[in-house]
């Protein structure tokens, strides 16, 4: 129990240094039974957060429909055993999955290596990735683009092109902290030099 409290005190921190405004959500006293959507996006952001490099992703028209996953550490296929609620919602010729790609993580996985059966598995939004996973990620600054102000974070972030694990899957481009000292000043310099941080301060 001591070892679960610390581990759940470990994943909340990561994930309050990523998504500040989750901190509400822990003073409402219906956070446990039952959660809200909102409620049960900050879970599976928790487990996310747990399991960054646990992440399948939905490969449509595989060899075998039976298997339309692919974990992202391996060129191995994967499907969702059969006990999960999310078994399915992702079977072959399921209508449950829209166009688009689709992410789940998972917490253990059963099987050969070419063919895995994926357990406790929970959804994933494409957009949670680059803010929780950033170890995983080989982002590429695109300058085309404007540096932005978080207010969250209290940071310059520039647009990155992303993709995602060692099979670089790409995700759609996603605003974050540059990773060197000179990127984030080369930012914040540009922000002040094209007006951004003067209009808010005169609006402000």
């Known amino acids: 129990l001591w070892r679960q409290k610390k581990l759940s005190g470990y994943l909340k921190r990561i994930l309050f240094r990523t998504f500040p405004s989750c901190r509400a959500l822990l003073t409402d006293q219906q956070f446990a039974i039952p959660p ?4 049960q996006a900050f879970l599976r952001q928790m487990l996310l957060a747990g399991f960054p490099d646990q992440v399948a992703m939905l490969i449509r028209n595989t060899p075998d429909r039976r298997f339309p ?5 391996s060129q191995s296929l994967a499907r969702i055993h059969p006990s999960s609620c999310l078994s399915k919602k992702y079977a072959a010729g399921s209508s449950g999955v829209q166009n688009g790609r689709s992410f789940v993580t998972f917490i253990s996985k059963l099987g050969e290596e070419d063919k895995i059966v994926l357990k406790v598995c929970s959804d994933v939004s494409e957009k949670w990735l680059p803010r929780i996973c950033q170890g995983m990620l080989r982002a590429t ?12 974070t209290d940071c310059v972030e520039v647009y990155h092109s992303v993709k995602f694990g060692s099979n670089c899957w790409p995700l759609s481009g996603s605003y974050l902290n540059p990773s060197s ?8 310099a540009r922000t002040f030099i094209e007006g951004h941080v003067w209009v808010r301060l005169l609006h402000g």
Do not use: M, V, Y
């Open 69 to 73: 996953f692919q974990t992202g550490d």
């Open 181 to 188: 000292t000179s990127d984030r000043l080369r930012a914040l």
């Open 141 to 152: 600054p695109d300058h085309t683009k404007p540096p932005r102000f978080n207010n969250d």
């Open 36 to 39: 809200n959507p909102k409620q």
